[in-house]
């Protein structure tokens, strides 16, 4: 599965019942498809994978293939409790969807053997391709990564962990099992920040929560990373993501809610996140303002 440009993870918006809101869903992808993502990622963790139903995911992922219509790959969430997993994959397939990111299991934490078989159980629930996501509860080992190199269905790996010896250990693994069509992302929060080392270990993809809230800012960005412009890159990273890593680890969870703020900001409704996660204070949210301003002007946007 080919991913040309930044991976974009939308916010899931709530109307004031509570419900999803799909039309705005709709609005605020189409508003990002002319800034070049190279896929849309619904029902993932931006899009508060944790606190969606299972009718809520099929309505999410279904907006969202209306709305990309073919433009680029649609990767859904599947995770949490197995059985929800493999019923949410089988939602993303009914809805469309182009493949499944596999998000980490439910609470327990099993041997690397029982997160390879909670991959493939979900892999075979569907005919959808999968990545793989390693972060919380799903850790792999490059001896793990191998296995699954073996299905080939198994189309991407996304690191969640930032232990850079163990990735590049695993893109190692990649390359020596001959697969030339796995994709490799780094879905650390706030990936720009940690974009430049991960391109040296051979991971040239990253997720971008800010694309959801700010394209401009996320496609100056990453047009500095992928044309060789350090200076623009690091004035980027040092005058806006940066500083929103700084207010985004004020309060645990702002890597979604503080997306979710910005678009209110702009003007986009998408409403509050979900419990457990919490919105930010006003105080917070004029540092935001603060922080998307500056991140404009050097966009130039």
């Not at 994709?183 to 650390?188: C, D, E, H, Q, R």
């Amino acid at each position: 599965m080919n991913f040309d440009g930044v991976l974009f993870f939308p916010v899931t918006p709530f109307a004031e019942d509570g419900t999803v809101d799909v039309a705005l869903l709709k609005e605020h992808i189409t508003s990002r498809l002319p800034f070049g993502p190279g896929g849309v990622f619904p029902a993932c963790g931006t899009g508060e994978f944790h606190a969606l139903s299972l009718e809520e995911i099929r309505t999410v992922v279904t907006a969202a293939v209306e709305a990309v219509a073919g433009a680029v790959p649609v990767v859904s969430g599947a995770g949490g409790p197995l059985g929800h997993a493999i019923a949410a994959a089988k939602a993303a397939e009914e809805a469309g969807a182009d493949a499944l990111l596999v998000l980490p299991p439910y609470l327990v934490t099993g041997p690397t053997d029982g997160v390879v078989a909670y991959v493939e159980a979900i892999a075979a629930a569907s005919s959808l391709p999968v990545i793989v996501y390693h972060r919380g509860t799903a850790k792999f080992t490059a001896e793990a990564i191998t296995r699954l190199t073996a299905n080939p269905k198994v189309v991407g790996f996304k690191d969640g962990i930032g232990d850079v010896g163990l990735a590049q250990e695993i893109v190692s693994a990649i390359n020596a099992s001959g697969r030339t069509d796995f994709a490799l992302f780094n879905g650390l929060l706030t990936a720009e920040l940690t974009q430049g080392a991960y391109r040296g270990l051979g991971i040239p993809l990253y997720s971008s929560a800010a694309f959801a809230m700010a394209p401009e800012i996320a496609k100056a960005y990453y047009d500095a990373y992928v044309s060789g412009d350090e200076e623009r890159r690091h004035a980027l990273l040092e005058g806006f993501y940066a500083p929103l890593v700084r207010l985004r680890d004020q309060t645990p969870g702002f890597g979604v809610s503080l997306i979710k703020a910005g678009l209110r900001l702009a003007g986009l409704p998408v409403g509050p996140v979900r419990p457990p996660l919490v919105d930010p204070s006003e105080e917070q949210l004029l540092e935001l303002k603060s922080i998307l301003a500056k991140g404009h002007e050097l966009a130039g946007s």
